[in-house]
């Protein structure tokens, strides 16, 4: 049974309002925090070796690390609650159900970085949220917990909640700021980083909404105890979102050091394939990252064990690897069309590419439009490496990661299941109506 930080509490009635969420011991770590300095919550922070849980996986106490502090100049913390990568839904559970864990997770990391006025910026599709979230700031002001003086220390701190305006780009931490700001979500050319020029142009540190919560079980039981938890690198726990074919789709916590097998079959988690069918592939970090086949998933190519961590799923690169990404965990069995897959998620990045960088704006329509005569039984055998051109075209030729996010599915697709889209060109008629099987996989 994994070890539970972020999730403990999530199952008792109430845990959403502060009077049960404190009665549980909420906000001690809050206390602790503000006895403690700024300098020593950074260094619990970098001890306990969190990720970023957004996507990147960046050292988040190495990030808060590189804030520029010119004098006089306000600082912001702005927490990432654009939730909209598809198959990724975990932070929208922690916000529903445990909105004071993510205000105190708040409360200490806007006091390490000294911000006095941070930020939720919300996906606009989360519509019911921010009144639970706005709520439970009000009961927290109420406390003590923020506003002027919190707890007589003198720190001041102001939470606000913007709703985005329902776009994936806003999700990108420099198109966020532009959004936040009022103006359209385009991302911003780097450096500067929003770490010197952020928010207004003042020095701001964006981090996701699982990052900021697990800042109180770190202070709460010491950065050290955190990284004993998980395995190397991938230290403390972290949220999975699985869908898709399985039996029990919901969010988990895990510790890192299961297998991806354990983690599909187990009925801890999620409870095996539907209906009985085979496994055929999975994408294990939301969208974005390469899709695997089982082969891959439940097993590197040295033939260990692929466990649910950053860098097993990542081992043999996007060659035979994945990425842990969002924790977005999404099931394919062996009835899905890898083609008609892709090409639903070349659609969506078509969709939401905000246009700025040639390579993104077109490649994304040219790949959708590839897919779609592949899929429809229009397709040519050239269409496959055309495809695999105009991807490669895109990959680390863009201002953001959406090119990149657009590109990888492809590349996986037809790295792994190239003989699926042949069989779709071979055989027009049946295009359509049947799905290539797993029996080749
Ligand atoms: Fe916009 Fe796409 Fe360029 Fe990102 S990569 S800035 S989404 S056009």
Redesign the pocket.
Known sequence: MSKKLLLKDAHIEGIRYFETYRKQGGYTAAEKALKMTPDEILEEVKVSGLRGRGGAGFPTGMKWSFLAKPEGVPRHLVVNADESEPGTFKDRYLMEFLPHLLIEGMLISSYCLGSNVSYIYIRGEYSWIPDILEEAIEEAKAAGFLGKNILGTGFDLEIYVQRGGGAY?CG?ETALLESLEGKRG??RLKPPFPAVKGLWERPTVVNNVESIAAVVPIIDITGAEYAKIGVGRSTGTKLISACGNINKPGVYEIDMTITVEEFIYSDEYCGGIKDGKRLKACIPGGSSVPIVPANLLLKTVNGEPRYMNYESLADGGFATGTMMGSGGFIVLDEDQCIVDHTMTLARFYNHE?????TP??EGTGWMYKILKKIEKGEGKMEDIDLLWDIQRKIEGN???P??DAAAWPVAAAIRHFRDEFEWHIKNPELSQTQNYGIAHY
């Open positions: 780009i990108e385009n991302p590419s905000c246009g700025q960088c993104c704006r863009t201002i953001c959406l090119g």
